[in-house]
C-alpha cells in the first residue's frame, strides 16, 4: 500500500517537471541574456525583462501546449485506473 503511494508521488514529481521545465528553462535563458544586456548598457527598466520572459513564455505555450496537456491526460487517466 505505501509502495503505491511512493510511486504515484514519483510519478506526480516527475509530471510536474515534465510540465514545468519547458517554461522555466527558456525562461531563465532569456532572464539571464536580458540582466547581462541591462549591465551591459546600464538600462534598468524591469517591464523589458518582464514583457520578454511572458512573450517566451506564451511562445513556449503556443508550441508545446498540446504536448504538456497530453502529459497531464495521461497522468490522470492513469490516477483514475488506479481508483478503479
Do not use: C, N
Not at 504515484?8 to 516527475?14: D, K, S, T, Y
Not at 521545465?21 to 532569456?30: G, H, Q, R, T, Y
Not at 539571464?32 to 548598457?41: D, N, R
Request: no cysteine.
Amino acid at each position: 500500500m505505501s509502495s503505491d503511494v511512493v510511486d504515484i508521488m514519483r510519478e506526480g514529481l516527475g509530471v510536474a517537471l515534465r510540465l514545468t521545465v519547458p517554461l522555466l528553462v527558456p525562461s531563465m535563458i532569456v532572464g539571464i541574456l536580458i540582466a547581462i544586456f541591462q549591465a551591459v548598457t546600464q538600462i534598468h527598466e524591469q517591464s523589458l525583462a518582464f514583457i520578454l520572459k511572458m512573450l517566451v513564455s506564451i511562445l513556449v505555450l503556443l508550441l508545446a501546449g498540446h504536448w504538456m496537456l497530453e502529459i497531464l491526460m495521461d497522468f490522470t487517466k492513469y490516477l483514475f485506473t488506479l481508483m478503479m
